[in-house]
């Protein structure tokens, strides 16, 4: 039995087990943590702390508002396009109070990837930053959002601060496009108005939907990863248990550097660290190293969560280099693979390991890690406290231990499914609760897992998901344009650069900056390819399908690693 294997793979500490059951909903473990916790400091950024008080009461604020001023009900969806500021765990901790159903938007998102998933979740409400409210302008009117509440970056510090950065960014970094919404409501403006009202508390049942997770899966257009209460209380329990006594309660100091709309940061820092009453300090915008060094500087840091881009940058900054590590003893990376150069010269720099994981968006994410006390670097570790995995090959048998396979994941975190979307559900998730990963993994006999390949074509671009059909649907859209197709390759700073192919239609021209310039008004930028290549024709299957495999077998051998 595959469950009695795990059972005694968990070193001394670590119990294989947790009750995904121990709290009803959310708001249950937020009301708890934030009493439990109330003077502690939850987040800080750019200078302000709020504590875990302060955030149940401002949440609260926002909670009511979205109560008494609007048409909303529980399980309606709101779409949060913010990257990492205060405002960000206030709307979404008060949206999930009032019963919505969060959407987690990236900011960086063209006009075209928003009007989908807004449309595609149904969502009625959009919180965003100013810097992007002009393409919410050209988008809400194509959407069922009624309510926009627009914020701008320095909204919740003081009068003088709020004034002054924001007037920065609007007038002399031009920053803000000129925009006209309306009917759109100022985030300020709101809190103002929720402050002090009360707030009927929605109680969820542990199976409803708490979180829209947007992801292409293992292929195709973007979908709705349906996260429960349920599943995102499991991640919290499962991280906090494997952890063991290297996080302890109420005293960490946690660098944030990873958006909080990805799911890796959305379930570590908003959810398991809120659990454990951690401080999580909000890097805004990690690209400026200076800015996020100087941050880094202010603080003792305990932990730090990044993925191998990061490291590599941070590593080679000299300023980086000589701030005091000494209260460091958790790196976290999760997102992409870890490189085992990367990993041995954060370790020389800071003299902490790096501690990987393995999960997907529709696990919550976290399926697997390294016990932070029992590291093996090159593995993903073993499954989270009541999770099981198993290799299969294709027709679905089970693998014996050390042979190479499809990897799945069974557990308390799995997701629900996809939203309105039963077929593609049904083609990842199996009767028996089982979930086909998509990538390509052994388990070795001492329980540890080690990923091989990925099975799809999904290409991982500094820990973001990019996906071909994607890509070439756009490159379809450009006159021109008769073929393409889209791969990944290898490399050293982003894990995978984006390499297309294109055949241009006979009788017609078409330049390499006229792909970029098409690929990048239509596109956030990591989803941009990076090289360009026209050639006649493309390999394809008897049927016309073309071969992604062997374009990028033709570049791994290029570069001398694929015979």
Known sequence: MI???????????IAAEINPDEYPNIQTVLRQSCQRFADKPAFSNLGKTITYGELYELSGAFAAWLQQHTDLQPGDRIAVQLPNLLQYPIAVFGAIR?????????????????????NDSGAKALVCLANMAHLAEKVVPKTSVKHVIVT???????????????????????????????????????????????????????????VLQYTGGTTGVAKGAMLTHRNLIANMLQCKALMGSNLNEGC???????????????????????????????????????AMVKELSKWKFSGFVGLNTLFIAL????????????????????????????AERWKTVTGSPVC??????????????????????????????????????????????????ELCIKGPQVMKGYWERPEATAEIIDSEGWLKSGDIALIQPDGYMRIVDRKKDMILVSGFNVYP????????????????????????????????????????????????????????????????????????????K????ELRDEELKKLGLKK
């Open 98 to 118: 009032a019963g919505l159903i969060v959407v987690n938007t990236n900011p960086l998102y063209t006009a075209r990837e928003m009007e989908h998933q807004f």
């Open 152 to 210: 701008e970056v320095a909204d919740l510090l003081s009068p003088f601060k709020r004034v002054l950065i924001n007037s920065v960014i609007k007038y002399v970094k031009k920053m803000v496009p000129a925009y006209h919404l309306p009917k759109a409501i100022k985030f300020n403006d709101i809190m103002s108005k929720g402050h002090g009202q009360p707030v009927k508390e929605a109680n969820p049942l542990s199976s409803d939907v708490a």
């Open 356 to 405: 990987e994981g393995y999960g997907m968006t529709e696990t919550s994410p976290v399926a697997s890690v390294n016990p932070i006390q029992h590291i093996q670097i090159g593995t993903i570790g073993i499954p989270m406290p009541s999770t099981l995995c198993k290799v299969i090959n294709d027709a679905g048998e089970e693998l014996p231990l050390g042979e190479i396979g």
């Open 315 to 342: 590593c080679n900054s000299e300023a980086f280099r000589k701030l005091d590590f000494s209260a460091l003893k958790v790196t976290l990376s999760g997102g992409m693979a870890l490189q085992l150069s990367v």
């Open 546 to 549: 073309i071969l992604r495999r």
């Open 252 to 290: 960490e100091i946690l660098i944030t550097p990873l958006p909080l709309y990805h799911i890796y940061a959305f379930t570590f820092h908003c959810m398991a660290m809120m659990l454990l009453g951690n401080h999580n300090v909000l890097i805004s915008n990690p690209r400026d190293l200076p």
């Open 469 to 544: 059909n994607e890509l070439e649907d756009v490159m379809a859209s450009l006159p021109g344009v008769l073929q393409s197709a889209a791969i990944g390759i290898p490399d050293e700073k982003t894990g995978e650069l984006i390499k297309v192919f294109i055949v241009v239609k006979p009788g017609m021209t078409l330049t390499k900056e006229q792909v970029m310039a098409h690929m990048r008004a239509n596109l956030t930028a990591y989803k941009a390819p990076k090289l360009i290549e026209f050639r006649e024709s493309l390999p394809t299957t008897n049927v016309g």
């Open 3 to 13: 469950e009695d294997f795990w059972k005694d793979k968990y070193p001394a500490g």
